[in-house]
């Protein structure tokens, strides 16, 4: 099971660039994969489409506007090499030689790489930034080096590298969307004071022969974690880098960041494309519901022109931002209950000039001063957490789902965003219903049960399942799950569901 189509979603036309395909991959948060993958084959006609957790892989022909307007990944990496894990030794100095030959063995890769970097970022043609003297030297690698002020520049280098401290951050940072463990972590080479930095007026025909500078992010986890440091691996490449290629390191204002992701599944080595990440709206002005999530969450609700859509329980907004952005044909109704996510929600409306596009009005969610049957979709995050106090009241959520039912018209679609908590509810107010809940098998082969949740490898995951979903079916006869998601929000598992109206409330 995969995110169907989404409306608005078609291939881009018109002439693209660069004009041969290059190969990317792009973070995404723990669950959001398979809805990755489907907008860059949409959005980007991407061929070569392929994901693990945390990444997806692809090829296309676009440029940086049309990249940059990928809504539901994190991070964005031209993909230098992707390998299968590297061998496990007891010798650490093989490991970080097969690691080095990993990143710069073939400079045609390198070529290629900075070829497509130029042409993306408008270099192709230009001096400074990336002088083609750079480039050549790649191609001149074997070759000695004459210029001896060449050569005693490069050996300073090193050994600044070699005797620099690293900086380490350690857990969940905006440039790594994926959950992290206490083993991973991202290390970041530091300059000394002997470094040679950019604008330097030390020797201006060897930092003119330098041409690039550059900064290691690495992270390393699983095994190859237990016998070598992210610090050390990073300190061998950016050596490595310095005498092979003539780059200097500089960790504030980079030309390039070399990113180097060392795990179990695979070895990938990639240069990222832009410095902030691709969730980073700045439309919005006050950071509600992870804008990745908001976007799927949408992308599931088969917005069409001229489609009514509803968030009953909009807090700040976050949802019908992104669907409004995505799909801005349709009309988008925002309720709350409070007045400051009202206010809030009105501030990232005006913020994002879709005052237009979407009213919001004062209302509980039980209670809603809406006709029945007049929206085409309803799409809400139900609250849940320590903030909101929703496992004290276990009624709450049949009221919650009647009053979207009855709103809902016939065909419409229905997506909510819900903890394993709240689930457990579910389950508990089905077997109130009458009879047992419905048990699905991890594979899915229950004919009562309701489609399985995904897990990031987009297969069926057995702790998605359970009675939970089946509270809709039973309770509210209206309603039948089309799929369940499960995502990651940080510290917190949760779970996309989506439902369609079948037939009028009651029938």
């Known amino acids: 099971l995969t995110p169907g189509p989404a409306p608005g979603l078609r291939p881009r036309l018109g002439k693209m660039a660069p004009a041969e395909p290059a190969r990317f991959f792009c973070t995404a948060g723990r669950g959001l994969e398979p809805f990755l993958a489907r907008e860059v084959r949409a959005r980007l006609g991407a061929t070569e489409v392929d994901y693990v957790s945390g990444k997806v892989f692809f090829r296309a022909a676009a440029g940086l506007g049309e990249l940059r307007k990928l809504r539901s990944g994190e991070r964005l990496f031209l993909l230098l090499k992707k390998h299968s894990p590297l061998p496990v030794s007891g010798s650490r100095g093989k490991m970080l030689q097969e690691i080095k030959s990993l990143v710069i063995e073939e400079p045609k890769y390198w070529l290629a790489i900075i070829s497509v970097w130029r042409k993306l970022n408008g270099l192709e043609g230009r001096t400074g930034d990336v002088s083609k003297e750079n480039t050549s030297s790649l191609k001149r690698k074997s070759e000695e080096e004459t210029n001896t002020a060449s050569k005693r520049q490069k050996t300073e280098q090193v050994r600044a590298i070699l005797s620099e401290e690293c900086q380490v951050k350690v857990g969940e940072t905006c440039v790594a969307p994926e959950r992290m463990s206490s083993q991973e972590c991202w290390i970041e080479s530091k300059t000394s004071s002997e470094f040679p930095s950019k604008g330097s007026g030390e020797n201006p025909a060897v930092n003119e022969k330098l041409g690039f500078s550059f900064r290691v992010s690495c992270r390393c986890s699983g095994a190859i974690a237990k016998i070598l440091t992210s610090q050390e691996i990073g300190r061998a490449v950016g050596v490595a880098l310095v005498r092979q290629c003539g780059w200097r390191a500089d960790l504030r204002d980079p030309d390039l960041e070399i990113f180097v992701h060392l795990n179990d599944i695979h070895s990938v080595v990639g240069i990222p494309l832009f410095r902030l990440p691709l969730a980073n709206r700045e439309y919005i002005k006050t950071a509600g519901l992870r804008s990745t999530v908001a976007w799927a969450m949408a992308s599931l ?149 309701p489609a399985p949740a995904l897990s990031a490898d987009g297969n069926s995951s057995s702790s998605a399942q359970g009675g939970g979903e089946s509270v809709l079916s039973r309770h509210f006869g209206s309603l039948v799950l089309e799929g369940v998601y499960a995502i990651s929000l940080g510290k917190t598992d949760a779970f996309i569901h989506k439902y369609r109206k079948v037939s009028a409330a009651g029938n």
Not at 388 to 404: G, H, R, S, V, Y
Not at 417 to 422: A, I, P
Request: aromatic share 4%; proline share 5%.
């Open 301 to 449: 609700a088969e917005i069409s022109a001229g489609a009514l859509v509803l968030d009953p329980m909009c807090g700040l907004g976050t949802i019908l931002l992104e669907a409004a952005k995505e799909w801005p044909e349709a009309c988008y109704w925002g309720a709350d209950i409070s007045d400051s996510q009202l206010e809030g929600a009105d501030g990232n409306i005006r913020t994002a000039g879709l005052m237009d596009k979407i009213e919001l009005l004062k209302s509980s969610v039980k209670a809603l001063p809406l006709p029945s049957e007049s929206f085409d979709s309803v799409i809400s995050d139900i609250p849940f957490g320590k903030k909101f106090k929703t496992t004290n009241d276990a009624q709450l959520l049949p009221d919650i789902l009647q009053e979207m039912e009855r709103v809902l018209r016939v065909g419409g679609t229905l997506v909510l965003l819900l903890s394993q908590e709240l689930r457990r509810h579910a389950d508990g107010l089905t077997k109130c219903a009458g009879g047992d809940p419905a048990e699905a098998s991890a594979d899915g082969d229950s004919g009562a049960a």
